[in-house]
């Protein structure tokens, strides 16, 4: 039951944030899946206990890969799909018990905090890459096999 409302919300702050930044309309239940499917991935892979980075770095790359063939399929930019997917990867609770522990005074626990803070958007930035870098592959490898 908890992973229903889990994934339930996963969908609501993806197509939230897409109303809020203004995607069109007609992507907006796209985006809401990608972020979701995206969630999910999080989720599993986080709960086999392979640890933040590589939860956030798989989850950012199923983001990429799904939010480029979105692109291709709706005829629009990926960022239409890839910024509001992010949403549920964001570690906005990390930030903010960093912001917390450091004003009361637990420096240590705030650079803790610090420290997942950079590990998830690290893993975000490197699982977006290596999604652009598996896209221009398969493209490059459908290039060759039509060419044949």
């Known amino acids: 039951m908890v992973m229903m409302i889990e994934i339930f919300f996963a969908f609501i702050a993806t197509v939230g944030f897409g109303i809020i930044i203004n995607i069109p309309h007609r992507a907006l239940v796209v985006a809401g899946l ?3 499917v995206a969630w999910l991935v999080y989720w599993l892979f986080f709960n086999l206990q ?10 950012s790359v199923a983001i990429g890969l799904l939010s480029d063939v ?4 709706m005829k629009m930019p990926m960022l239409i799909f890839n910024i509001p997917s992010l949403v549920p990867l ?3 609770g990390q ?6 522990n450091i004003a009361l005074g637990d420096a240590a626990q705030g650079m803790r905090f610090l420290t ?3 590990e998830i958007t690290g893993s975000i930035a490197i699982g977006f890459l290596l999604a652009e870098l598996l896209n221009k592959l398969w493209k490059k ?3 060759k096999k039509a060419s044949f």
Do not use: D, F, K
């Open 34 to 36: 990608i972020g979701t």
């Open 50 to 59: 392979l640890g933040l980075a590589l939860s956030n770095l798989t989850a």
């Open 70 to 73: 979105a692109a291709r399929r």
């Open 90 to 92: 964001v570690p906005g």
């Open 95 to 100: 930030a903010y018990q960093m912001v917390r």
């Open 116 to 118: 997942e803070v950079i």
């Open 141 to 143: 490898i459908m290039q």
